[in-house]
């Protein structure tokens, strides 16, 4: 069990290393490095596969022991396989992101049409306008018509109510 234990801590290590030489490689051998990282830590997996089946074999005073180290192992190799798959998805969004950018660069971006409903949008708007000044005349007139038509009622209410009562 002990040579086994280090022999699968050797291998996290070495993952931790290519880890850290995946994020200097290039474009073209980032997928490599990745398939391999992936295959080491498939491995790895399939070590501690076989160290918990040792652990439950091993002595009752020793078992707790080595049960602590095969899931720290555990932990650190889940933690590798976390690492791989953030960096896999960042770097799948930054070429996503790229080939966004690379379409908007290539798109050709026309303006007599737009122009021409820009023109359109402002005539309609000055006439707009026209009539708002026209509405807001009439507004103001038609204030003073109802003033007044509610004078001449009230002093025609008052005249009734003063000489026929």
Do not use: W
């Amino acid at each position: 069990m002990e040579t086994l234990y280090h022999q699968t801590n050797k291998q996290i290590h070495e993952v931790q290393t290519h880890m850290g030489r995946l994020e200097k490689a290039d474009a073209q051998s980032v997928h490599l490095v990745e398939n391999e990282i992936q295959a080491r830590i498939d491995q790895i997996f399939s070590s501690l596969e076989r160290l918990e089946i040792l652990t439950s074999k091993e002595p009752p005073n020793r078992r707790q022991n080595a049960k602590l180290r095969v899931d720290q192992l555990k932990y650190d190799c889940q933690h590798l396989q976390t690492a791989l798959k953030n960096f896999q998805h960042r770097r799948y969004t930054r070429e996503q992101q790229d080939r966004e950018r690379e379409e908007l660069l290539q798109r050709t971006f026309t303006t007599n049409g737009a122009q021409k409903k820009i023109l359109d949008v402002a005539n309609m708007l000055g006439m707009s306008n026209t009539v708002m000044r026209l509405i807001e005349k009439r507004a103001f007139q038609d204030k003073f018509i109802m003033i007044g038509g509610m004078v001449v009622t009230c002093i025609i209410m008052v005249l009734a109510v003063k000489y026929l009562t």
